[in-house]
């Protein structure tokens, strides 16, 4: 008896093993704070970065408007059209419109930046599913995972995400015929609320990231 409960618990060691050794094991935390810390823009250098994304900028207390057909036009309209800040107009010499913006509730948080140049940034990227590589053995962190503390353990992980908490009315149908009007490499609106997956590699602790 005690030899078939020994070659159980053998079995069973070697099939955690085979599955990648990870057992209870919970990254999710860990890939949650790499999405919403920056997500790919602390490892990653290409095109199509997916974090959150990010109207183009306004200068608050001076936007200055030379055309209603111009983008700053449309970003202006778009912010007016959805209350996310209340906007003063008054028309200056050359045909210019000044346009004063102030931030309101509940969309402070919303308006990123330094100074007076200020961004809508929008939604939030949600973990769904976290996986480690298969083969991936668990690594320890040095020069090439600047973002994490040298010396702890490190995942590669598959990460599955979703953008919720979208602006809603026609704000994404907006982006989709002005796409323009979102920062460069900024994830684009047929993205949103579908689920993505990319690949990345993330301290097994969430408290582990070494962020300035």
């Not at 290409?46 to 994304?53: F, K």
């Not at 990123?112 to 668990?138: H, M, N, S, W, Y």
């Not at 579908?194 to 990231?209: D, G, R």
């Amino acid at each position: 008896m005690k030899r078939v409960f020994f070659v159980s618990c053998l079995l069973g060691l070697l099939l955690s093993g085979c599955r990648g050794g990870t057992g209870s094991l919970d990254l999710t935390p860990s890939a949650q704070r790499f999405l919403d810390e920056g997500g790919e823009t602390l490892s990653n250098t290409s095109n199509q970065i997916y974090t959150r994304p990010c109207l183009q900028g306004l200068i608050l207390g001076n936007t200055l408007i030379d055309s209603s057909l111009s983008r700053t036009a449309a970003l202006v309209s778009l912010v007016e059209r959805h209350d996310f800040a209340s906007t003063v107009h008054a028309a200056q010499s050359g045909g210019y419109d000044k346009v004063t913006i102030t931030p309101k509730a509940p969309y402070l948080a919303n308006w990123t930046g330094k100074g007076d140049i200020r961004f809508f940034c929008f939604g939030k990227l949600l973990v769904t599913k976290t996986e480690v590589v298969p083969d991936a053995q668990p690594i320890t962190a040095g020069a090439a995972e600047a973002y994490i503390v040298k010396g702890t353990e490190a995942r590669v992980v598959r990460i599955t995400f979703k953008l919720t908490d979208v602006p809603d009315g026609d704000f994404v149908a907006a982006l989709t015929q002005r796409p323009d009007l979102l920062l460069d490499r900024a994830m684009q609106p047929g993205d949103y609320g579908k689920a993505l997956t990319i690949v990345a590699t993330i301290p097994t602790k969430p408290e582990n990231y070494d962020l300035p």
